[in-house]
């Protein structure tokens, strides 16, 4: 039986964050993985902020950045587009290389003194006198795992967690998702992204293209809601009428759910933390999970190794890892929901009214109650869904323009 402080089930960028942090804290720390290959295959648009490095005190690197992005431009579905620049808004991001990317935070987390094993499944855990034991099939044969406190990253509907009496579940708001890598993308500008609205294009979603330079792109789609039509069809008849994807061919594919929920109604318990898709910890409006995940990693490692270092792993003590994971992430995970709800509301004829009415504003030299002008002249049904957006996005801003 291999025995450690910390056991960290999966080794995606949450996972292995978490084992970086925890060693970093002085836990002996073994971080698992199912795969025989970290970062394969990828699940997401690879898409991330920049200031998220930041917060996570990351230093990019060329090895595993893709493309540099400087914009975006959102197309409506009468065909008007609304295009915001880096000179406008000061965000800029990167798509990354997630294959290379994930092994470079695995790495990272090995020469913090983490132990990896991969192709390891852990197929059963169960908990002891001491945290929990794990039993796993390696190709080693099967195997044992002592540890005190067990970390789960796990991905979407943890079943892990499961396991442990956590609901992971959040089958109401799990938006699915599919996507190709594609060849001989036609985009105007591989420093901008593309988001594309419409029901008809994804229903209470959207469309995007991700540019990796060289006429290569991530194009997919995620849908939510009732609908007969599966994200693959959504997806096939988007590239078939796109003139950005006419001539395009695919070289990967990608199918897959995304919990857009916010958080799950659990994320610690005794000897025990949650983080990552498994946790919700997801951008509930656009899906990304990539830096709000790596954040409740980072948290759940630092708390790890304090309660290993106290010899106190209740979940009383365990608390400090929700303190901690809604403090770096502004507690957005758990406000944006209610955004969500409005924004997949939108109706075609409105998504195509406000890209008009965007289409006015002059970005750079724009003010907080200028955008209020530009929101009340909408039709007033419209407007107050906006109003009630920007309130939830934008509490402190909207409430020193209202009062």
């Known amino acids: 039986m291999l025995k450690t402080d910390v056991v960290v089930i999966g080794a995606g960028p949450a996972g292995s964050m978490a084992a970086k942090h925890a060693a970093l804290g002085g836990a002996d720390v073994v971080l698992i993985d199912k795969k025989s290959e970290i970062g394969t295959p990828k699940r997401c648009a690879e898409g991330v902020y920049d200031e998220g490095f930041k917060w996570l005190n990351i230093e990019p690197d060329e090895r595993w950045i893709a493309q540099r992005i400087y914009g975006a431009t959102l197309h409506s579905p009468d065909g008007n587009s609304f295009t915001v620049t880096s000179e406008d808004v000061p965000v800029q991001g990167f798509i990354l290389e997630r294959k290379v990317f994930d092994k470079h935070m695995a790495m990272d987390a090995a020469r913090a003194g983490a132990k990896i094993m991969i192709k390891t499944l852990v197929t059963d855990i169960k908990r002891n006198e001491n945290g929990f034991i794990l039993s796993c099939d390696s190709i080693e044969g099967t195997i044992e795992v002592e540890a005190k406190i067990a970390i789960c990253a796990d991905g979407p509907e943890s079943t892990m967690a499961k396991k442990l009496g956590i609901n992971s579940t959040t089958p109401q708001n799990m938006m699915s998702c599919a996507q190709f890598e594609m060849c001989n993308v036609d985009y105007n500008d591989d420093e901008k992204i593309e988001f594309y609205l419409g029901q008809d294009v994804a229903l209470k979603g959207y469309a995007w293209i991700f540019p990796k330079g060289n006429g290569v792109a991530n194009v997919g789609l995620g849908v939510t809601g009732n609908t007969d039509k599966t994200a693959y069809e959504y997806i096939m008849d988007f590239i078939e009428k796109c003139p950005a994807t006419k001539n395009a061919q695919p070289i990967e594919m990608n199918i897959g759910g995304d919990p857009i929920n916010g958080l799950i109604e659990k994320i610690y318990d005794d000897n025990l933390l949650i983080c990552g898709d498994a946790a919700g910890q997801v951008n509930p409006i656009e899906g990304g999970g990539i ?112 009062f």
């Open 291 to 402: 830096i709000e995940g790596m954040l409740g990693g980072m948290a759940a490692g630092d708390v790890a190794a304090k309660a290993i270092k106290e010899e106190n792993y209740s979940k009383e003590r365990l608390h400090e890892y929700y303190e901690k994971y809604s403090e770096l992430s502004f507690n957005l995970i758990e406000t944006l929901p209610a955004a969500r709800d409005i924004v997949y509301s939108f109706t075609d004829d409105e998504y195509n009214k406000i890209i008009s009415v965007a289409n006015t504003i002059d970005l750079k030299n724009i003010s907080k109650r200028d955008v209020l002008k530009v929101v009340f002249k909408l039709p007033p049904t419209l407007t107050t869904k906006l109003i009630k957006l920007l309130k939830i996005v934008f509490p402190k801003q909207m409430k020193s323009i209202l």
